[in-house]
């Protein structure tokens, strides 16, 4: 076998990866930012330095395999998630568009051989990682949900939050689905108007939404009572 598809493969990969960490590396940019992120942190840190009193634990520092960083166990992640979503990993590469189809044919023969052992490998990771942190120990990881389940804790989301964004939300009816998003979008505007921030409403649970709107109307209460006196 030429090694020639294999550099593409891993070329495609690196470029993908270069692209995801230069927008700004997450899940959601409530404002600019490149390289490596967690929106959980920053939107944590910045509720402290404002004075918001967090009834809860946004954000979470995770044992991962091998003790490594979550920066540094991010690109083995990508790429299996490369593999694993493959053609949709493709979609929006102009470097895959424009590649011959016999070039194109080879890469599609090498990754569906390599299917099962990527599978294998990212139930694998789950498991170490749940072995690591008794708190994700209870959340239901399937194959059509681990890549939620595997970045979540990469980018420290609270396992009350990863569960809901992986098992919760995606099993809502139509009808629970469109009252959900009236509650998310109302959660959003009173959150932005309260903190002067937006957040990642569609992964924290309702349970934390509401705790956080709670303590974001405590502060705002206590700034306006202090200017008032």
């Given at each position: 076998?030429?090694?020639?598809?294999?550099?593409?493969?891993?070329?495609?990969?690196?470029?993908?990866?270069?692209?995801?960490?230069?927008?700004?590396?997450?899940?959601?940019?409530?404002?600019?930012?490149?390289?490596?992120?967690?929106?959980?942190?920053?939107?944590?840190?910045?509720?402290?330095?404002?004075?918001?009193?967090?009834?809860?634990?946004?954000?979470?520092?995770?044992?991962?395999?091998?003790?490594?960083?979550p920066q540094d166990y991010e690109r083995p992640i990508h790429e299996l998630t490369f593999y694993?979503?493959?053609?949709?990993?493709?979609?929006?590469?102009?470097?895959?568009?424009?590649?011959?189809?016999?070039?194109?044919?080879?890469?599609?023969?090498?990754?569906?051989?390599?299917?099962?052992?990527?599978?294998?490998?990212?139930?694998?990771?789950?498991?170490?990682?749940?072995?690591?942190?008794?708190?994700?120990?209870?959340?239901?990881?399937?194959?059509?949900?681990?890549?939620?389940?595997?970045?979540?804790?990469?980018?420290?989301?609270?396992?009350?939050?990863?569960?809901?964004?992986?098992?919760?939300?995606?099993?809502?009816?139509?009808?629970?689905?469109?009252?959900?998003?009236?509650?998310?979008?109302?959660?959003?505007?009173d959150f932005t108007r309260l903190v002067g921030i937006e957040t990642v409403t569609y992964v924290?649970?309702?349970?934390?939404?509401?705790?956080?709107?709670?303590?974001?109307?405590?502060?705002?209460?206590?700034?306006?009572?202090?200017?008032?006196?």
């Open positions: 076998m030429s090694k020639e598809p294999l550099s593409i493969i891993n070329k495609l990969i690196n470029d993908s990866f270069d692209y995801r960490r230069n927008r700004g590396a997450c899940d959601y940019m409530w404002y600019p930012v490149s390289g490596f992120y967690s929106s959980s942190k920053m939107l944590s840190d910045y509720l402290v330095g404002i004075g918001v009193e967090l009834p809860i634990k946004l954000h979470y520092d995770y044992k991962l395999p091998k003790n490594m960083a694993h979503v493959f053609p949709e990993s493709t979609k929006n590469m102009p470097e895959y568009k424009d590649l011959y189809g016999i070039e194109k044919a080879a890469i599609e023969r090498i990754i569906l051989r390599k299917a099962p052992a990527v599978k294998r490998k990212l139930k694998a990771e789950a498991g170490k990682i749940k072995k690591l942190n008794l708190e994700l120990a209870d959340i239901d990881v399937k194959i059509d949900n681990i890549l939620g389940f595997l970045y979540g804790v990469i980018y420290g989301f609270a396992p009350e939050d990863i569960d809901w964004f992986i098992n919760g939300r995606p099993n809502l009816s139509e009808s629970q689905r469109k009252a959900e998003e009236d509650k998310s979008y109302d959660f959003q505007k924290i649970s309702p349970k934390h939404r509401e705790a956080l709107l709670t303590a974001a109307q405590a502060r705002w209460e206590s700034r306006r009572g202090y200017r008032y006196r």
